[in-house]
């Protein structure tokens, strides 16, 4: 199996594709992905497998996150002042097509976005809400300390854990 990572985000149509894979109230319309397309930070990266798009995970500075119903300064202590925000990274989101699950897949993208980050230098947090066991299995073994939980993420019926990982 050969892994391959990108930091140039693929066409619209195979982003929307990611999409697909979230409960009907988390899916992004066309026109709400095009902007997260344009202001996705360039530690985010695409990886694809033997040569086919596998996964990616699409972080924003956390300055721009601003869910609709969602307060998004309802954060950790850490991160509560203007400074800090604006060297805080925001994982948008993680996703793997199904296929590639259950290999180990998403912890390598989630280390090497992680190692970009670290050479990028720029950002101090990385932090974002995990809201399946293997992805707040994966953050946990990248050190995060989650600090609260959402019980009905966006109406979606998966709780969210709130984490924190110092870079």
Same mark, same amino acid.
């Given at each position: 199996?050969?892994? *391959? !990572?990108? @930091?140039?985000?693929?066409?619209?149509?195979?982003?929307?594709?990611? %999409? &697909?894979? !979230?409960?009907? +109230?988390?899916?992004? #319309?066309?026109? &709400?992905?095009? *902007?997260?397309?344009?202001?996705?930070?360039?530690?985010?990266?695409?990886?694809?497998?033997?040569?086919?798009?596998?996964? %990616?995970?699409?972080?924003? *500075?956390?300055?721009?996150?601003?869910? &609709? /119903?969602?307060?998004?300064?309802?954060?950790?202590?850490?991160?509560?002042?203007?400074?800090?925000?604006? @060297?805080?990274?925001?994982?948008?989101?993680?996703?793997? !097509?199904?296929?590639?699950? /259950?290999? +180990?897949? +998403?912890?390598?993208?989630?280390?090497?976005?992680?190692? @970009?980050?670290?050479?990028? /230098?720029?950002?101090?947090?990385?932090? /974002? @809400?995990?809201?399946? #066991? +293997?992805?707040?299995?994966?953050?946990?073994?990248?050190?995060?300390?989650?600090? #609260?939980?959402? &019980?009905?993420?966006?109406?979606?019926?998966?709780?969210? %854990?709130?984490?924190?990982?110092?870079?």
């Amino acid at each position: 199996m050969r892994l *391959n !990572f990108s @930091h140039t985000c693929p066409s619209l149509r195979q982003t929307m594709r990611f %999409e &697909e894979l !979230f409960e009907s +109230g988390l899916q992004l #319309s066309q026109e &709400e992905r095009i *902007n997260l397309n344009e202001r996705c930070l360039d530690s985010s990266a695409w990886l694809y497998v033997d040569g086919c798009l596998a996964g %990616e995970q699409v972080l924003v *500075n956390a300055t721009d996150f601003a869910p &609709e /119903g969602v307060d998004p300064w309802d954060l950790p202590e850490i991160i509560k002042t203007a400074k800090r925000r604006l @060297h805080t990274a925001y994982v948008y989101s993680t996703a793997l !097509f199904p296929e590639f699950r /259950g290999m +180990g897949i +998403g912890l390598i993208l989630s280390t090497y976005v992680l190692g @970009h980050l670290r050479g990028y /230098g720029h950002y101090r947090l990385l932090t /974002g @809400h995990a809201t399946t #066991s +293997g992805m707040c299995a994966i953050r946990n073994k990248l050190g995060a300390v989650c600090s #609260s939980t959402h &019980e009905d993420w966006f109406g979606s019926g998966r709780k969210a %854990e709130y984490y924190v990982i110092t870079i």
